[in-house]
């Protein structure tokens, strides 16, 4: 990859006018995915030119899920933009208590990597309570309005530590796979169907819930990526066509994370 050439554009893209404060410079997360089925939208994370990840409550059936990767501005075709169908989805479930939110997608075909579309690392490690880390998704950041925004948003949020998290949140709720990051206030939170954390250039949170830009007691609450590097890996190097596996938890250490 040329990464001048990266460089120069990326840099060009951030002259452009912003529709507000915190909208993200154009093209700055390249690893930002939006996947459409059947009127419903969500965003994800390309890990892989072949991998999408995504929280479970975004799952759908195989060949009903389009991936828009190198999107920025969903009103307007920037030129910039691969639509792939999703050919095979792999939950980690089950959904609710014991708590697992991924899904991995296949794509049917590799995503080609251009300045605009490239794949995020897995982390290395997990996220430090007080790091500031970057959120981006296509919400709201004003309680006001809808959980809609043409062009993504991007705000910096500190991750919180686990003991705050607990006392936050019920304890059931919380099962040692999941940080939470920001203080969800007026001033600096986004709200939506799904958001991404990235820190330190690794991804290491997808959007399990929040309170909305409305409650400023309350954190947002994500999947902790730095805990399933062993299972997204596996799966990856295992995948088999039309292969789908469910994995359950049976205690706060499982096998596979």
Not at 46 to 64: E, H, K, M, Q
Not at 162 to 182: I, K, R, S
Not at 198 to 208: P, R, T
Request: with cysteine; hydrophobic share 35%.
């Amino acid at each position: 990859m040329n990464f001048l050439l990266l460089a120069v554009i990326l840099g060009l893209a951030g002259a452009l006018p912003l529709q507000d404060s915190k909208e993200c410079r154009p093209h700055s997360q390249p690893w930002h995915v939006i996947l459409r089925s059947e009127g419903r939208s969500c965003s994800g994370a390309l890990i892989d030119p072949r991998w999408i990840v995504t929280s479970f409550a975004c799952a759908t059936s195989p060949y009903n899920t389009i991936a828009t990767l190198g999107e920025h501005d969903l009103s307007v075709a920037e030129g910039t933009e691969q639509d792939i169908v999703v050919s095979d989805v792999i939950q980690h479930g089950p959904y609710r208590s014991p708590l697992h939110s991924l899904t991995l997608m296949r794509l049917s075909q590799p995503a080609r990597i251009t300045p605009y579309v490239q794949p995020i690392p897995l982390p290395s490690r997990c996220a430090l309570p007080g790091e500031i880390c970057s959120v981006s998704g296509w919400g709201t950041t004003d309680p006001d309005q809808s959980n809609y925004s043409p062009r993504l948003k991007c705000i910096t949020v500190p991750v919180v530590d686990d003991q705050t998290c607990v006392e936050t949140f019920p304890e059931y709720l919380y099962w040692g796979v999941m940080v939470c990051a920001g203080q969800n206030n007026t001033d600096n939170c986004l709200s939506g169907s799904s958001t991404v954390m990235v820190c330190d250039g690794q991804l290491q949170g997808l959007k399990w819930f929040d309170h909305g830009c409305s409650d400023p007691a309350h954190p947002t609450v994500y999947s902790e990526m730095c805990k399933y590097n062993g299972w997204i890996k596996s799966m990856m190097e295992n995948y088999a066509p039309n292969f789908q596996t469910t994995t359950t938890l049976g205690s706060t250490n499982p096998p596979g994370l």
